[in-house]
Nanobody, 124 residues
Framework: QVQLVESGGGLVQPGGSLVLSCAAT????????MGWYRQAPTKERELVAV???????KYRDSVKGRFTISRDSAKNTMLLQMNNLKPEDTAVYYC??????????????????WGRGTQVTVSS
């Protein structure tokens, strides 16, 4: 069974930076595009960044130029470097696989498993 563990969140001031980490068990990284999702209070979960197995990367417009996704499929790990954070980035961040159908519009997917996520709070 796949287990996903996110870490690295915290409280940061606007303009600050954080690096989120994702670790997974099983073979999820080796065969799937992987992505970072987030869910803000009272909002639906959204996909913000994707990294495919062949190196293609896509970002939601709201995070372009500020977030950088990277993955190491051999180690089943993934990072999200977040710079110039804004209050609207406040959310619980999750990692999970991304289905090909999600990628063009960075749509959401239904999955049987999610990790606990890591809370990112951007506030002065």
């Amino acid at each position: 069974q796949v287990q996903l563990v996110e870490s690295g969140g915290g409280l940061v001031q606007p303009g600050g930076s954080l690096v989120l980490s994702c670790a997974a068990t099983g073979s999820i990284f080796s065969v799937n595009a992987m992505g970072w999702y987030r869910q803000a209070p009272t909002k639906e979960r959204e996909l913000v960044a994707v990294a495919t197995t062949d190196g293609n990367i896509k970002y939601r417009d709201s995070v372009k130029g500020r977030f950088t996704i990277s993955r190491d499929s051999a180690k089943n790990t993934m990072l999200l470097q977040m710079n110039n954070l804004k209050p609207e980035d406040t959310a619980v961040y999750y990692c999970n696989r991304v289905r090909p159908s999600q990628i063009p519009e960075l749509g959401m997917g239904l999955f049987d498993y999610w990790g606990r996520g890591t809370q990112v709070t951007v506030s002065s």
